[in-house]
């Protein structure tokens, strides 16, 4: 089977026992994290974690092997020495893990999980690794055993700024930090590009619809006691 370079890249020539794919819709990063998953010794035991959506498209794949969503983590007792935890739409699972008041449950059993058992391969995949927040990425590297100092990193990418709506100073991402996290991004991710695969692509296009505001009536409400 022919692969396409990123696919190539990504299962060839890189160490990918710990690793990120960031790859656009449609450029196959599913069915090469099949692929993943039987290399080396990764189907004695591995774990697949992803949304609910994408369940069966995994039970086709890889049927038999443990598949558990953002909505079950919380609730089911996690399988034991995992050989691989492939983590698909990683970015479901990125809530900043290093502040407090917005870790989320999921994103903390997840970590806790991943700590446990180090000798497990970590894989994460996703065409959308920053949602919200710097933070996002942070914690994608953390899975992924690339962990860097939360408050090296904040320094980086927030500023501690005071605003009127806030009660007290508080740390804020950097004007312009989107575009910041590309760097971030390609130097530890295989980055997979819908551009990069087709010789040609539909060009861009732009349509505004303007939608009437549907009239209503107003009525009287009488009240009787």
């Known amino acids: 089977m022919k692969l396409y370079p990123w696919q190539h890249t990504a299962l060839n020539e890189r160490d990918n026992d710990h690793d990120l794919w960031c790859a656009e819709a449609g450029t196959g990063k599913t069915f090469t994290g099949n692929f993943w ?4 010794d990764r189907m004695r035991n591995p774990v ?9 498209k995994w039970a086709e794949m890889k049927p ?28 479901c699972f990125a809530s900043p893990l290093f502040v407090g008041k917005k870790r989320s449950k999921c994103a903390e059993r997840l970590y806790n999980y991943i700590r446990k058992y180090p000798d497990a391969h ?18 994608i590297l953390t899975y992924i055993g690339r962990y860097i100092d939360w408050k090296e990193y904040r320094s980086q990418y927030f500023e501690l700024k005071t605003e009127h709506w ?15 996290m590309q760097p971030l991004i390609e130097k530890h991710a295989v980055v997979a590009l819908m551009k990069d695969m087709v ?14 505001s549907p009239k209503y ?6 009240t009787g006691k």
């Open 217 to 222: 009536e107003r009525k009287s409400i009488v």
């Open 37 to 40: 998953l039987e290399q080396k």
């Open 166 to 180: 806030l009660p007290r100073p508080a740390y804020l991402p950097l004007n312009g930090w989107q575009k910041m």
């Open 199 to 212: 010789d040609v692509l539909p060009p861009e296009t732009y349509e505004v619809i303007n939608l009437k």
């Open 48 to 56: 697949i974690f992803g949304p609910k959506q994408i369940r069966g």
């Open 64 to 91: 038999g092997v443990r598949y558990v969503t953002p909505q079950t983590i919380l609730k089911e007792e996690l399988p034991e020495n995992p050989s691989a935890i492939l983590i698909d739409e990683i970015d």
């Open 122 to 139: 970590v894989l994460g995949m996703t065409a959308t690794p920053v949602r919200s927040t710097p933070w996002n990425m942070h914690t």
